[in-house]
């Protein structure tokens, strides 16, 4: 019976390895697949300070049109990453409207396809989830729906 027991325990400690939380390194970031939209794979940098990550259409199309209006390496210079979860959308909505329109950006898109990382990640609905980077690890996970939060998280 005690074995049964510490073999359900170790199961949920296994099936929630992968959480992003506060204190997580970042290096668990780079337990995702992230392609751009011109199909480059992509990592998260060490350097990260930022990472802007947008799970519904809107929140989305908000990030994306404030960056932009910004110059094509505002993203890098500020050691700042944005994520876009797409696994929902259809693979032929993706592939005939999504990545034609996403490729017009210049500024850097890691989109997450996978099903798991959406899963692992703090979100709410409506809202960009901002998780910010210190000595390597999380420091803060916080919420924004206005460009103006993005503006002061981002500078």
Same mark, same amino acid.
């Given at each position: 019976?005690?074995?049964?027991?510490?073999?359900?325990?170790?199961?949920?400690?296994?099936?929630?390895?992968?959480?992003?939380?506060?204190?997580?390194?970042?290096?668990?970031?780079?337990?995702?697949?992230?392609?751009?939209?011109?199909?480059?794979?992509?990592?998260?940098?060490?350097?990260?300070? @930022? =990472?802007? /990550? $947008?799970?519904?259409?809107?929140?989305? &199309?908000? *990030?994306? #049109?404030?960056?932009?209006?910004?110059?094509?390496?505002?993203?890098?210079?500020?050691? @700042? =990453?944005? /994520? $876009?979860?797409?696994?929902?959308?259809? &693979?032929? *909505?993706? #592939?005939?409207?999504?990545?034609?329109?996403?490729?017009?950006?210049?500024?850097?898109?890691?989109?997450?396809?996978?099903?798991?990382?959406?899963?692992?990640?703090?979100?709410? #609905?409506?809202?960009?989830?901002?998780?910010?980077?210190?000595?390597?690890?999380?420091?803060?996970?916080?919420?924004?729906?206005?460009?103006?939060?993005?503006?002061?998280?981002?500078?």
């Amino acid at each position: 019976m005690n074995k049964i027991l510490i073999i359900i325990a170790m199961s949920f400690v296994f099936l929630g390895a992968n959480t992003i939380e506060v204190g997580t390194p970042i290096y668990k970031f780079n337990g995702y697949k992230y392609e751009t939209p011109q199909g480059r794979n992509m990592r998260v940098s060490k350097r990260t300070k @930022v =990472v802007v /990550i $947008a799970f519904e259409q809107e929140t989305g &199309a908000l *990030v994306n #049109k404030y960056l932009d209006t910004q110059d094509p390496y505002y993203l890098l210079e500020n050691n @700042v =990453v944005f /994520i $876009a979860d797409i696994h929902k959308m259809p &693979a032929m *909505v993706t #592939k005939m409207f999504a990545l034609p329109k996403l490729q017009e950006f210049k500024h850097p898109i890691y989109l997450s396809y996978g099903e798991k990382f959406p899963q692992d990640m703090p979100h709410k #609905k409506g809202q960009i989830t901002i998780v910010e980077i210190q000595n390597a690890k999380i420091k803060n996970i916080s919420y924004i729906s206005t460009q103006k939060e993005l503006i002061e998280v981002i500078e």
